[in-house]
């Protein structure tokens, strides 16, 4: 099942399934995503609903006015994962004068680096904003695999995140870690959330990333999961260790595409994630303004 959440003018957000990009409102039956999202893990079948247009009318840019994408769910938390790619690991310690060869150590330790993102109001869905703080000069995308995570650990689904993050307020000094991950606009969702019986390897998901600035391209690459040193599993465990986290809660597994500060990101700059079966998330830049 491919789940997504939309805005409908004159009557706020509505929960679709996605049928051969046909989106289906399945609002009256399943109520909002995360609560479908559970019936559907305890045995539910997919609701039918009624046909609300095609998922690519409705990804478009966020207006009052005008139906489109929200992000799928509305997280309760966000967590991440860090340096679970050797190639992020490399990169991070060739830039980090102050603290060079930490990043590899955790790479390698028994124990994965998670950390607080944030909950929905840091969050933008398809389409809509992702931050650039005021007091950072190199922010960059993080394309990845993110995972819908219930009470008791299990895997809901699979998403796109982009985990913004800006590089040089972590690089001054680990310790300010909690700022150069958490702002406005510091994840990015979608577009669709799809249940583990569609996706049974989430290894095999591979995830590009490109970033246009006007109209050029100034990056692009890809990664496939299959990189990632650590298991999804072995994440939800050390995420649940003695911290309870809500149904719905959000965590998403690192990244292996690198952006240098060269391609630092830019107000007005384009983002694009994109998966097979999970599809293509599109996002902006937008500069933070002081009171923000």
Request: with cysteine; net charge negative; proline share 7%.
């Amino acid at each position: 099942m491919r789940v997504v959440q939309f805005h409908r003018p004159g009557h706020g957000p509505r929960t679709g399934v996605v049928r051969d990009g046909t989106v289906y409102d399945v609002t009256a039956e399943a109520g909002d995503a995360l609560s479908l999202l559970l019936a559907h893990h305890a045995g539910a079948p997919a609701p039918r609903g009624v046909p609300a247009g095609t998922l690519a009318a409705l990804d478009v840019a966020p207006h009052e006015d005008v139906a489109h994408l929200l992000m799928p769910v509305f997280p309760s938390e966000v967590w991440g994962a860090g340096v679970t790619y050797k190639k992020s690991a490399e990169f991070r310690d060739e830039d980090a004068t102050s603290s060079k060869g930490i990043y590899d150590q955790v790479y390698v330790a028994a124990r994965p680096e998670l950390f607080y993102k944030g909950r929905a109001v840091h969050c933008a869905g398809p389409n809509g904003a992702g931050g650039i703080r005021v007091d950072s000069d190199f922010t960059a995308p993080e394309p990845e695999l993110a995972i819908v995570v219930a009470a008791n650990g299990d895997i809901l689904g699979y998403t796109l995140c982009d985990d913004v993050s800006a590089w040089d307020i972590e690089r001054a000094n680990p310790l300010y870690l909690p700022q150069s991950k958490i702002f406005r606009g510091c994840v990015v969702i979608g577009p669709t959330i799809v249940t583990p019986e569609e996706i049974t390897d989430p290894a095999s998901i591979v995830i590009r990333a490109t970033i246009t600035r006007g109209q050029t391209v100034i990056f692009d690459d890809h990664c496939g999961v299959d990189r990632m040193k650590r298991t999804l599993p072995e994440l939800v465990h050390f995420l649940r260790l003695n911290n309870p986290i809500q149904d719905g809660t959000v965590l998403t597994t690192g990244t292996g595409i690198i952006v240098t500060q060269e391609q630092a990101l830019h107000e007005h700059d384009i983002v694009t994630l994109d998966a097979p079966v999970i599809g293509t998330l599109r996002h902006t830049m937008h500069k933070l303004p002081l009171d923000a």
